[in-house]
């Protein structure tokens, strides 16, 4: 139902630990420094459910689902929650071995804001690294920054952007652009897709959230919902397992071949980054075999959600977020990632129903 798509992050919170206490799902609320509009309260809440995990017992097999690492995508992940808990789990049955956990919004912060980065500008999807992993800004991203991170907005610098975005296309391909544009960068915090300097708050939380329930798991199943890249109402399983690997051809397995993709690939809706977070929680637990993809379904073009997400940048580090221009940016980069098309959310649930059906069989056959 296109009802679960709620107002607003608190709406979505609240509807989410109400379905979640009502099918008995033990609930706990991890509270992060930074606060939302209002100066209300921004939690990372989990939903669990399955045996108790002790030092020496827990479940064997994990089934996860979460939203919100990018917050402006948080909408879609979070409606589909909604309905597993409302009007698949009826129709599942959960082995004794078996376990569920729901994380909602691995970034608080900028699903409250309406923001893709959290309090610090960071993208968590390019920031789950250990310390002393590389972390490079190539040069092709600081040869597009001026452009890309505006200090003006008008009308003449955005027809300037435009114009050198498609001389860069038409030199290097729409590949190249893409990859210069969105691959994560270390350099620049006032930049789009900064990575940051260390672990943020979030993504240190989620590190324990997912390794205490993964502790005595030989498998697990991590589906993290995302939106925006891809053909509109359409999905992409991206892979988190290079092709080839065990965890690539599960997921072809339980998805079809034809909707898994690995992201460094040539015919993926996505270019390579690093610093991800359910790859990082793939590496953090060695032990058990996961399988774990983000489940990107589509929205518009890619030259709309760039102006987008630049504008919004540049209301972030120049802008006034109250006034009619930040409220039409916001508005903009909300409808990019969370479209209010009725058709397009009705698909969002037809997609997280097939995708969890799927890749809940496949654990729990």
């Known amino acids: 139902m296109v009802a679960y798509f709620q107002t ?15 099918r008995g799902f033990a609930l706990e609320a991890h509270t992060l420094k930074a606060t939302g509009p209002g100066d209300r309260d921004l939690t990372i809440d989990t939903a669990y459910l399955g045996p108790a995990i002790t030092e020496t017992l827990g479940p064997a097999r994990v089934f996860a689902v979460s ?31 078996g376990a569920i956990l729901l994380v909602h919004a691995h970034n608080p912060y900028g699903f409250a804001w309406v923001r893709r980065q959290n309090e610090d500008n960071v993208d968590i999807n390019r920031n789950f690294l250990e310390p002393d992993d590389p972390r490079p800004t190539s040069q092709n991203y600081r040869d597009v920054y001026d452009i890309l991170n505006p ?4 009308d003449e610098a955005t027809a300037e952007f435009v114009e050198k975005a498609w001389a860069l296309v038409d030199k290097h391909g729409m590949a190249w652009v893409q990859q210069a544009f969105t691959e994560g960068q270390y350099d620049y915090p006032r930049g789009l897709y900064y990575g940051g300097n ?9 590190s324990k959230i997912y390794g205490d329930v993964l502790h005595h798991a030989k498998e697990a199943v991590l589906i993290d919902m995302h939106t925006g890249a891809g053909d509109y109402a359409t999905y992409e ?15 072809c397995e339980a998805l079809g071949a034809e909707n898994v993709k690995y992201p ?13 977070v359910t790859a990082g929680i793939c590496k953090e ?30 209301l972030w580090a120049h802008g006034d977020r109250d006034s009619e221009q930040g409220n039409a940016i916001v508005a903009e980069v909300g409808e990019c990632s969370n479209p209010a098309d009725s058709e397009w959310r009705e698909k969002v649930l037809d997609i997280g129903d097939e995708v969890i059906t799927a890749c809940w069989t496949k654990l729990f056959s």
């Open 8 to 22: 607003d992050y608190n709406a979505f919170r609240d509807q989410f630990r109400e379905l979640a206490t009502q």
């Open 67 to 97: 939203c919100g690492t990018h917050g402006t995508e948080g909408p879609s992940g979070s409606a589909v929650q909604a309905q597993f808990l409302n009007d698949m789990l009826d129709d599942l049955t959960l082995p004794g071995d």
């Open 151 to 154: 200090a003006d907005l008008s």
């Open 198 to 206: 260390e672990r943020v708050e979030s993504n240190r939380q989620l």
């Open 237 to 251: 399983a991206l892979s988190r397992h290079e092709v080839g690997a065990p965890g690539y051809q599960w997921l």
């Open 264 to 276: 460094a690939g040539e015919d993926s809706v996505m270019t390579p980054t690093q610093g991800n």
């Open 285 to 314: 637990n060695p032990h058990a075999d996961i399988r774990a993809f983000s489940c990107e379904i589509g929205t518009f073009e890619g030259a709309r959600m760039i102006l987008a997400e630049r504008a919004e940048g540049w």
